[in-house]
């Protein structure tokens, strides 16, 4: 039943279906209460946070996965090796943690922290803490020595105060149907992304910019080149899985990018398509037949490394043209800087 709520609401917000006017009340009631908390933020009626420290926010205008998660590890790393000592906060969406802030590392319970806190964990080597208070777990996070915090996923909790804003855009589904929430895909308006410092397109942007920042957006690509055993036995290249069949599994907000992308190395791909951060049973990926069994990394942290031979993920790393990345990074490090002066 998920399944088919999700290709109803995929064809209504990114194929022209025509069901979202059945939604457009609903819309309407979410939209007057996302500009009225704006307002009540804008005119100080309700309080911003500064934490005394830079805060980098990635996030994102729509509803499920843009990449988000894997430009702040590309984030934290580069700011690291730049002389910061960032920290990464998380809201720990699809764990069942309590209400008080908790640190992850490696070794974390994705079903306690959520299945990005981990990866994060495992791909940065920042410190990590989740908490629905953001600026809770950011200010626990400082108080163990950061001096820089970057939030996943923190475009929409204003409450945490914040130094440099990056939306990220998926560059083949853009901004939908351009509806907010139920009708479109969008958490905010339109107008959101004149607010943000820098918009970043997942892919090549098939869209024509409409404002000054949408027009100055820099697009990225994830690219694989390993495919890694599950169990560590053995990483291999992706290009080796060139001309056979498997089966792609992905619970994440795009699974079409992930089946798109092993697709553009010839590889057949069987689809097996979850809601975004469903716990994954290995007794259910059983299909009867040899096929190896691909995954992505974000779904791969939610199983046990004790499996046979035939699953394995697919890292990704983020690749940006150094002749735009040298530039934004030399911005964002002079302005990290220049608040850490002021602070």
């Given at each position: 039943?998920?399944?088919?709520?999700?290709?109803?609401?995929?064809?209504?917000?990114?194929?022209?279906?025509?069901?979202?006017?059945?939604?457009?009340?609903?819309?309407?009631?979410?939209?007057?209460?996302?500009?009225?908390?704006?307002?009540?933020?804008?005119?100080?009626?309700?309080?911003?946070?500064?934490?005394?420290?830079?805060?980098?926010?990635?996030?994102?205008?729509?509803?499920?996965?843009?990449?988000?998660?894997?430009?702040?590890?590309?984030?934290?790393?580069?700011?690291?090796?730049?002389?910061?000592?960032?920290?990464?906060?998380?809201?720990?969406?699809?764990?069942?943690?309590?209400?008080?802030?908790?640190?992850?590392?490696?070794?974390?319970?994705?079903?306690?922290?959520?299945?990005?806190?981990?990866?994060?964990?495992?791909?940065?080597?920042?410190?990590?803490?989740?908490?629905?208070?953001?600026?809770?777990?950011?200010?626990?996070?400082?108080?163990?020595?950061?001096?820089?915090?970057?939030?996943?996923?923190?475009?929409?909790?204003?409450?945490?105060?914040?130094?440099?804003?990056?939306?990220v855009v998926d560059g083949a589904?853009?901004?939908?149907?351009?509806?907010?929430?139920?009708?479109?895909?969008?958490?905010?308006?339109?107008?959101?992304?004149?607010?943000?410092?820098?918009?970043?397109?997942?892919?090549?942007?098939?869209?024509?910019?409409?404002?000054?920042?949408?027009?100055?957006?820099?697009?990225?690509?994830?690219?694989?080149?390993?495919?890694?055993?599950?169990?560590?036995?053995?990483?291999?290249?992706?290009?080796?899985?060139?001309?056979?069949?498997?089966?792609?599994?992905?619970?994440?907000?795009?699974?079409?990018?992930?089946?798109?992308?092993?697709?553009?190395?010839?590889?057949?791909?069987?689809?097996?398509?979850?809601?975004?951060?469903?716990?994954?049973?290995?007794?259910?990926?059983?299909?009867?037949?040899?096929?190896?069994?691909?995954?992505?990394?974000?779904?791969?942290?939610?199983?046990?490394?004790?499996?046979?031979?035939?699953?394995?993920?697919?890292?990704?790393?983020?690749e940006l043209d150094p002749v735009?990345?040298?530039?934004?990074?030399?911005?964002?490090?002079?302005?990290?800087?220049?608040?850490?002066?002021?602070?």
């Open positions: 039943m998920r399944i088919l709520l999700y290709q109803w609401i995929h064809r209504v917000w990114y194929e022209g279906g025509s069901g979202y006017w059945l939604l457009l009340p609903v819309s309407g009631l979410f939209w007057i209460l996302i500009t009225l908390r704006r307002y009540l933020y804008r005119f100080g009626l309700l309080k911003q946070e500064m934490l005394g420290v830079p805060v980098i926010v990635v996030g994102n205008l729509t509803a499920g996965g843009t990449g988000k998660t894997p430009i702040v590890i590309w984030l934290a790393n580069a700011l690291r090796d730049r002389g910061f000592t960032p920290a990464i906060v998380s809201r720990g969406y699809g764990g069942s943690k309590s209400s008080s802030p908790m640190r992850v590392d490696t070794a974390s319970d994705p079903a306690v922290v959520g299945d990005e806190p981990v990866l994060l964990a495992r791909r940065s080597s920042c410190a990590i803490a989740v908490d629905k208070n953001r600026v809770r777990a950011a200010a626990m996070l400082i108080e163990d020595g950061a001096d820089l915090i970057i939030a996943d996923d923190g475009l929409q909790h204003l409450r945490l105060g914040r130094t440099y804003e990056i939306c589904r853009w901004l939908g149907n351009r509806f907010v929430l139920p009708a479109g895909p969008l958490r905010e308006t339109t107008s959101r992304l004149n607010r943000v410092d820098q918009i970043l397109v997942n892919g090549r942007l098939h869209e024509a910019g409409e404002t000054a920042n949408e027009q100055n957006a820099i697009e990225f690509e994830l690219v694989a080149q390993d495919v890694c055993r599950l169990n560590g036995s053995l990483s291999r290249s992706i290009e080796r899985f060139g001309g056979t069949t498997v089966h792609g599994i992905a619970a994440i907000g795009n699974p079409t990018r992930f089946f798109d992308m092993l697709r553009s190395h010839n590889i057949q791909v069987i689809e097996h398509r979850l809601p975004d951060h469903s716990t994954i049973d290995v007794t259910n990926l059983s299909f009867g037949d040899d096929f190896d069994i691909l995954m992505t990394e974000k779904d791969a942290v939610k199983i046990e490394s004790r499996v046979s031979d035939r699953f394995w993920y697919v890292p990704v790393e983020v735009l990345a040298g530039p934004w990074l030399e911005q964002i490090e002079s302005r990290m800087r220049n608040e850490q002066l002021a602070s």
